[in-house]
C-alpha cells in the first residue's frame, strides 16, 4: 500500500539566514518573569471531572509493557526524528547563553522518549556547532501523567556524557554502551493544564498522545442523553451524536494544550506534535477506516470482545456500555482549529500521513501466516494502553477475561483473513505539526 502524504500547510517564509548568527540567536529570549506561580491561576485548564487523567497508564515493568510492545509507534517515529532535526535547524532560534529546555509531552517509557531525546539534543548540538557557538546545556523534561512509570524510563536512560563540560555522570544508572547529551528530569502532570514557568522552553514535542481525552463526557454514560453509547466502547462507526460529544472534550482539550504551550514557550521556539487523526472532517463517527476499524485491537475487535463477555454473563449491557475508550481522532480542520483559536503558534508545516503501516511490510506479512502470534502480540498492544482503565472499570478478574477473549477475536480474525490488522489495512490516520510559537 501507498501511504498517501498530504501537506497541507508549508509556509513560504523561511525564517532568518541561519549564517548570521544574530539573526538566528536572540539573547534576550529566556527572561523567565519573576512570580512563577502566578501563571497557575491564569493557565487554561482542561477543567477535568477527569477520570481518565488520573487513571490513564501505558504499562511500564508488566508482560505488556509498552517498553516491548510499541513498535508499531516506533516504525513512525524513525520516520519523524530526521523531520524533526531538519525543523530544529530551519526554524528554531535559540538564546546565546543559558540552557535549552527541550520537553516531551506524553513521552510514556522506553527507547521511543529516549529516541526522541537524542535526536533533539543532536540536532541543538549541531545548530550550535554550526555557527560556531559552544555547545549549549540541555535540559530534557520527560513530561506524562504522574502514573507513568517513570522510574522505568530513568532506568533505561544512557549515561551523561562526562569530560570537557564537566557533565557529570548518574552512577546508579545502568550500564549502557551510549551516553547523552542532556540533563534529564520528569515533570508529572496533564499537558492540558500547565506544566512549565512562562516563556521557558525552547522546543516541545508529543507524539502519538493528544488523541487522548482527559475525560469522557458525561452525556454518553447518561441513559437518559441521547449521546448515550448504547451497545459500544467507542465512537467508531457509532452514532453521530456520541461522536459530537467526544469532539467536544476534544476540542476543549486541543484548545487547552496550544494556549498552555503558548504560555511556556519562548517566542521563536518550536512545537511539533503528531497525534491520530481522521481522513473524513464531516463525519465525526468514522474515526477508522475499514477494514482497520474492523481488525484493530484497539477497535473492531476491542469491543467484539467487550460483546463475548456480555454474551457469556460474565458482564451485563450496562458495564459494557459505561465503559467509553478516551480516544478521539481529530480532522486536520480541528487541529488547524485549535491552533488559530490559542492565537500562539505559526503554522510552518502541517501534514495527514493516511493509511500508515504500522508494522514493516515484511514483518506483518510473516505474523499473517501465525494467527496465535499475532493474536497474543495484538492482544498485548491493546492492554499496555487500556489495561488500567479496564481494570479500574471491571476489576483484574475480569479484566483477565477480556484479554483473553480478544486474543481469540483477533487470533480468528487473522486466521479467517490471513492478514493482520497494520497490513493492508488502510484506515489509520496521522497529522503532524511543526509550530513556531509567535
Ligand atoms: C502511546 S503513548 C506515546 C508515547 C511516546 N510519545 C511515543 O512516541 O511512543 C501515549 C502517552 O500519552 C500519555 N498521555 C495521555 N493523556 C495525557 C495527558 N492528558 N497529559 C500527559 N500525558 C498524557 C499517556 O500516559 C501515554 O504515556
Redesign the pocket.
Known sequence: MTVKRSLLVEADELPAAQDDKLASLHMSRLVIPAAPLAGFHGAASSAPPSTV?AI???EGAGDASYVKY?SG?ANI?AELRPMLATAIRTYTEFPSSGPIRVAD????VGA??LGFAECISNAVLEKFKSLGLPAPEIQHFFS??PS?DFNLLFSLMPHLKSGEDDWGNLDNCREMDTTRSYYAAAVPG???DRLFPRESLHVVMS???MH?L?HIPTSVTDKSSPAYNKGKVWINEGSPAVAEEYSKVSKENLKAFFVNRGVEMVSGGLLFVMLMSRKDPCRKEIQFGQPLGLGSPICGMFELAWNDLVDEGVVDEDTRDSFNMPIYCPSADEITEAIDESSAFRVEKLEIWEDIDFLPRATAVQLATNPERWGAMAMNMSKT?MLTLVEAHVGPEVAAKLWDRLQKQVTAHCRRTKTVFCANSPGCNIALAFLVKK
Open positions: 487523567s490513564l497508564r501505558m510499541s509507534q517515529n509531552l506524553g513521552c510514556s521511543n522518549a506524562d501523567l507513568n496533564s499537558f492540558y507524539t502519538w498522545s487522548w482527559s494502553m
